[in-house]
C-alpha cells in the first residue's frame, strides 16, 4: 500500500454534492464568501507570509526564562484545572471519525471478532462514547487514558461508561511504565487525537517506544494533531513561545504544531541505532481548513496532521 497524503474526505464520490465534513471544495474564488467553511484550501502568497510575520514575533518574545519551569514541572495540573472548569461541556461529537478513520468502526462491526481499542488524552471520551454507541461487536472492548484525573472522573461519572465494556484510567503517554491494565502487544488501534503536541519535544521518543510496545504486530496508531502554521498558533501574542512551535495557551497546557517531516522521521525512524523502522506509514497528511467570517469578509485558516502509522 502507497503511503496516503491526502485526507479520506477527497475521497467521497460526487463531492460536489455532499454535505460530509471535509468533502465541501473550493474551486471558484469567487465563490469563496458563499459557505463558512471549506475543505483543503491551499494557501495564497499572503497568508504565507502572514503566518511567517507572526512567527518571528513569537521567536521574539518568548515566555520569559524564569516563568518556563512551571510549564513542564506539573503540565496535569493544568489540564485538571481545565477539565474542573469545563466538565463533560468539552465533549464533541466527533462526526468526521467514520469518515477519516473508518478502521475504528470497522472494529465495532458485528463480525469483527475480539478487538482492543485504546484512546489515548481520552479527554471526556469524546472518541470512545461515540464508538461504543454504534458498536455491534460484542468482543470489542475500550481502553480509555487521560493524563488529568479530572479528565477521567469525567468519564467515569458519564452514564454511559460500562465497566463490561470499557475502562478509563489515568496514564500519562511518554511515561515509562506501560499502563497495568493493558497487557504489551495487545491492542489493534491506539487513537490519539490532540494529544501528541501537549508533550514536549523531549518525551516524543519515550511516546512512540509505549506505542510500539502496546500494540500488536499489524496494530494501527490512527494520529490527528495540529499543523504548523494553523490559526492557534499564528493567534498566539506574546510572551507564549516556550521553544520553536511549542506554546503555553492562556490556561497554562501545552501544544506544539508538527509538519508532515516530523511525523515522517518521529514514526518512520529506527527506534534504536541500527534497528529497523517499527511503524509503516500508512497516511501522512496535511488537512487545511478555511473558515469564513461572511459578514465581515474574513479568511481564517486551519492546519492539521492526519495520520495512521502502522506497526509491522
Sequence with gaps: MDKKTTSSAIDVNAVEDSTAFGSRLLKDQDTVFNHNAWDHVEWDQEQEQYAQSQIEKHLNSPVPAEEQDQYYDKPADYWNTFYTKNENRFFKDRHWLKLEFPELFEAAAADAGQKRVFEVGCGAGNTMFPLLEQSQNPDLFVYAADFSSTAVQVVQNNPDYDTTRSQAFVWDLASPDLPEAIAPGSLDIIVMIFVFSALAPEQWAQAIKNLDRLLKPG???????????????????????????????????????????????????????GSSAVFKIEQNAVDRRLLVNRSRKLKMYRVWLQGKFRKL
Excluded at 499543523?227 to 501545552?254: M, P, S, V
Design 219 to 273: 496494530g494501527l496508531v490512527l494520529f490527528r494533531d495540529y499543523g504548523r502554521h494553523d490559526l492557534a498558533q499564528l493567534r498566539f501574542k506574546e510572551k507564549r513561545l516556550l521553544k520553536e512551535n511549542f506554546y503555553i495557551r492562556g490556561d497554562g497546557t501545552r501544544v506544539y504544531f508538527f509538519t508532515t517531516q516530523e511525523l515522517e522521521i518521529l514514526f518512520g525512524q529506527a527506534t534504536e541505532q
